[in-house]
């Protein structure tokens, strides 16, 4: 009798198939993923074998990479294989010194100059709306100030739901109630229990695909701060030294570059000093 696929099969993956995607994956993304991630990948990709009602990791892989053109099935492996959490507010310390520091310093240098900032590696958008927010209630208090946010990122599932602007009503509880009020709207289906930016917010950010470790900026020049947060993790040094310059290049003197908390640039020759936990400022 055929095989099928039920809830209750399992397929195991082999290192050489295992090895095959990480290899992939490292070179397209720059992402490590060294064997004690396999039963990571393995349960991530499961439901992609599911959908595709295929039955084994080997054939999954063929698939993929042996039809002699890169299958468009590769942007969904890349998008359950990259880790997209995020939130609202996230390592809020940052947020503080945006305000309290980079924005005074930023209206005071430049009077009248469009603020652009960029989120590298901006998953669902929650980042880049966080500092919407932040942005525009800067705005009611310093007339004439305009800005632009630009959020990218590998994964294409996470820019089209970034581009939705639509999250589930947990997810913005770290949000203060005044800017709750002031720029979510709320589902007028009480059974879905979701919230959208409202337009004023979505129409000063843009998503693009952007791969940080392979794509150049086009149409963009400089940045008056970039936010690459949470990302440069999973990158090896000599990736994470490679995308800190691009970055570097792209950030204006005077300006700041926010990373991870749990991330550091560290033994580097780049015009960067720090100033605060991950925050860096261009020289
Ligand atoms: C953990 S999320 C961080 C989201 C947000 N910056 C934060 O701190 O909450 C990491 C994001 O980096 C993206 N990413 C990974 N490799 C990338 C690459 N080579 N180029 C651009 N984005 C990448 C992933 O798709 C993912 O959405």
Redesign the pocket.
């Known amino acids: 009798m055929e095989k099928e696929f039920s809830m209750l099969f399992r397929p195991v993956m082999g290192d050489a198939d295992f090895l095959r995607i990480s290899k992939f994956i490292h070179n ?4 490590r993923l060294p064997m004690n991630k396999k039963v990571m990948v393995e349960a991530r990709l499961l439901n992609r074998l599911r959908d595709l009602h295929i039955l084994t990791y080997s054939e999954y892989i063929s698939f993929v990479f042996d039809s002699g053109k890169i299958d468009p099935e590769v942007n969904n492996m ?2 359950v294989i ?6 609202f507010f ?2 809020a310390a940052h947020f503080q010194f945006f305000v309290n520091e980079a924005l005074p310093e930023f209206v005071s240098n430049h009077p009248g100059k469009q603020f652009r900032l960029w ?6 958008g ?2 880049v709306y966080t500092l919407a927010m932040i942005l525009n209630d800067f705005g009611l208090e310093n007339s004439r100030f305009l800005f632009k946010i630009l959020g ?4 294409t599932r ?1 820019l089209l739901a970034a581009r939705t602007a639509i999250f589930a009503e947990g997810k913005a509880s770290p949000i203060p109630s005044a800017l709750k009020k002031r720029y979510l709207l709320r589902s007028k289906d009480r059974n879905k229990a979701s919230v959208r930016i409202v337009r004023e917010l979505r129409e000063k950010v843009e998503f693009k695909y ?6 150049a900026l086009t149409n963009y020049d400089t940045f008056d701060a970039i ?5 440069l ?3 090896e040094k000599e990736t994470q030294m490679k ?1 800190i310059e691009k970055l570097t290049k792209v950030l204006r003197s005077g300006c700041y570059l926010f990373i ?1 908390h749990s991330e550091a640039i560290m033994n580097h020759n780049l015009p960067l000093v720090q100033v605060g936990p991950s925050i860096y400022q261009k020289q």
């Open positions: 397209e993304c720059g992402i890349i998008d990259t880790t997209n959490k995020t939130d996230r390592e989120s590298a590696g901006c998953s669902s929650e980042e990218t990122d590998i994964s996470m952007h791969n940080l470790i392979s794509d936010f690459c947060r949470n990302v993790i999973y990158f995308v991870g």
